[in-house]
């Protein structure tokens, strides 16, 4: 009995997934930017979508909160459409604001509000937005800071931060939405390179926490050893996806092939 | 020349009267206008819309009204509409909506200024609408307008002088009292002169202090 539940579970589990983009397009022009993708993004698990400059990663995730609409296709979270329900009718604002609260954003430019401290910047939507007690949210903010090793900092305006800093300031205030879902754009890619170590150690410990997390990024390193999954894009589609393991060391597609020799190359 | 500031500081009590009007005054119209220019950027960042369109439309139309013209509109034009203010409120409304128009270009060209980033940011976090505005958008302009809202808090104090016209009792009106009372045009006028300079010392000064709050958010 306990066995067969189990196994219910887990059906449920690999069926109902946090995240699945269905058949996604997007084209600005006459520039198709996403073709036709599909991926799926399992609970606890951490996807990196990989792929060159230009081939679509970063309007991929933004079509997943809707800051870019796609042209077709759907974004489910928990089974539930965000930004145009399954009969493709347009969700109104609110209806669309009220999902992008669980879903957590870290900018590749960091997009802190300039205007307000770094404890403030944690506070604001979860207080605002969510409309939690401020003493409740406070208490978690100083803990989230603390965590990314920036509390001495929480009365510091974002202009007095390093870019490592304001980065992880970003993912502080991403995670005081205790979000269902993490997207990271390129979040080490604006970082002097000695300040991308930090930003990626805490990603590592948020990534290991069983956080749900889509990270578009250029760190290999981060990809090979965070990422539950890899997803390979080139020219706005999904050419190649696998386990970190096999498609580092074993790549099956040419694009891909010749994409990791052209990047291990650039190290050397 | 001694007598005749004599003569002015014995109608003191006057021209603090006409000094605490044209305070009030400016301070009403200040605000109503921030906050009226506030909404009315909103409308101005638009391409296109019907709101974009009025908004454009009116503010074109105020700035290139001078202001006694468009003070005389209100107070002497609106009655035959069947609309009558007396003469304070004639001023504040005239002093207010005209230079909401003006404030709503400032802020609209700091706004149009500003990185995209933080606003979308913004959106991705859940906001919308009014709050996006009050929360996100507003209090960076604000800091970064302030020299030139201050500026035209400036410009308000002075034009307020205009409302002498209507028999509002401010400070000009006050200086003008004096002087026909007692004929003594030079004393009268320079101790109102000195006077609004003192009331623009204090605006510059406010402004300062957000301009420093503006630099540590830099």
Known sequence: ?268 | MIHDFSIVWAERNLLISGLMTTVLLSFLAATGSLMLGALLSTALVRKVGVASVAARAFADAMRCTPFLLFAYLIYFGLPSLGVRFDGWWAGAVALTAYHSAYMGEVLRATWVAQPPAPLEAGHAFGFTGFRLFRRIVLPPLIFSSAPVVGNQVIQIVKDSAFLTVIALPELTHAASSIQSRHYVPFAAFIAAVLLYWAICLTIEMGVGVVGRMAESRR
């Open chain 1, 1 to 268: 009995m306990t066995q067969h539940t189990h196994t219910a579970l887990n059906a449920a589990s690999s069926t109902n997934p946090v995240l699945s983009v269905v058949s996604l397009s997007k084209s600005f022009g006459n520039l198709q930017v996403l073709d036709n993708i599909s991926i799926s993004v399992e609970r606890g698990k951490t996807v990196c979508l990989l792929g060159p400059s230009g081939s679509g990663k970063s309007t991929l995730l933004r079509c997943i909160n809707w800051l870019e609409c796609p042209d077709s296709g759907h974004v489910l979270l928990d089974g539930k459409h965000i930004g145009v329900t399954s009969g493709g009718v347009v969700m109104d604002a609110h209806e669309l604001a009220l999902i992008r609260t669980r879903i957590g954003m870290v900018f590749q430019h960091f997009a802190l509000w300039p205007h307000l401290t770094v404890l403030q910047n944690v506070m604001e939507a979860p207080v605002q937005v969510q409309r939690r007690r401020r003493e409740q949210v406070c208490e978690e903010a100083e803990q989230l800071l603390r965590r990314v090793g920036l509390f001495d900092k929480k009365d510091v305006f974002p202009a007095r931060l390093s870019g490592g800093q304001k980065q992880r300031v970003g993912i502080a205030r991403a995670m005081a939405m205790k979000p269902t879902l993490l997207l990271f754009d390129e979040p080490t890619s604006a970082l002097d390179p000695e300040l991308v170590g930090e930003v990626l150690a805490v990603m590592r410990d948020l990534a290991a926490e069983g956080m749900t997390m889509v990270v578009v990024t250029h760190e290999m390193d981060f990809a090979r050893d965070a990422a539950s999954q890899v997803v390979f894009i080139d020219r706005g589609a999904v050419v190649e996806t696998g386990s970190p393991d096999a498609f580092f060391n074993n790549p099956v597609t040419d694009r891909a092939q010749q994409f990791l020799m052209r990047f291990a190359k650039s190290l050397s």
